[in-house]
């Protein structure tokens, strides 16, 4: 149980371009997923926190408006990075929070992963 | 704002010898979470720790976790060319709504 899906695997695409990324919770429904950066040799960044019906909260930082996250539903939250350039190409991986009450049961399941190339 | 160092950076050892990772939070944690990382991979939870002085094993796997839940220690036994790839600590602070900081991760290299 508990398997977050991530598509596409890997994306290139040209500068100025526009790409969406989506995560799903497969078998459970999470209200709270999570989206991370992680650039080569690196730790994972925590970019913002998706709540399913209300707004995302970013990370200090991160520009909303360049990393529009929806989360429209229990099992979908997507990432769509705006005007992507140069830069933006790193690894962008997803979470699904899975919490049944108390700090014990609070856990994340991690997607695969997006690798995203901006030429 | 949370740091979470982890120490070393990278070890190799040869398949067989002990290995330890440790970690480093500058303010008193909820939880910490440990994850690995194979190369070209996402992370893969290993285990939560929650509880001062808690002690858990898996295998040749043990996790700590400080009386002052500050630091936490992983230590594999007899390591295993499988056990190649970057751990991961991250902790969960109160008050953050189950947000994750990451530790700057320990890459560990196991060769016959």
């Known amino acids: 149980g508990a398997v977050v899906s991530q598509h596409p695997s890997w994306v290139i695409c040209k500068s100025g371009t526009s790409v969406k990324i989506e995560c799903r919770s497969l078998d459970f429904q999470a209200t709270t997923m999570f989206w991370y950066r992680q650039f080569p040799k690196q730790s994972l960044m925590l970019m913002a926190t998706?709540?399913?019906?209300?707004?995302?909260?970013?990370e200090q930082g991160v520009e909303k408006d360049k990393f529009l996250i929806n989360h429209a539903s229990l099992t979908l939250s997507t990432l769509t990075v705006t005007s992507a350039h140069p830069e933006d190409s790193s690894f962008y991986i997803c979470?699904?929070?899975?919490?049944?009450?108390?700090?014990?049961?609070?856990?994340?399941?991690f997607g695969p992963g997006t690798r995203l190339t901006v030429l | 704002g949370q740091q979470v160092m982890q120490i070393p950076q990278y070890q190799h050892v040869q398949e067989g010898e002990d290995f330890t990772t440790y970690c480093n939070s500058s303010t008193t944690l909820s939880n910490i979470q440990w994850y690995k990382q194979r190369p070209g991979g996402h992370p893969v939870f290993l285990i939560q720790l929650v509880k001062s002085g808690e002690v858990k094993k898996q295998k040749r796997l043990t996790f700590q976790f400080g009386e002052a839940k500050k630091n936490s220690s992983l230590h594999i036994t007899a390591t295993q060319t499988t056990d190649v790839g970057t751990y991961f600590c991250?902790?969960?602070?109160?008050?953050?709504?189950?947000?994750?900081?990451f530790g700057t991760g320990t890459r560990l290299q196991v060769t016959l």
């Open positions: 991250a902790g969960s602070y109160t008050g953050t709504a189950s947000k994750l900081t």
């Open positions: 979470s699904a929070r899975v919490w049944s009450g108390g700090p014990s049961t609070d856990t994340q399941y």
């Open positions: 998706s709540n399913e019906g209300s707004k995302a909260t970013y």
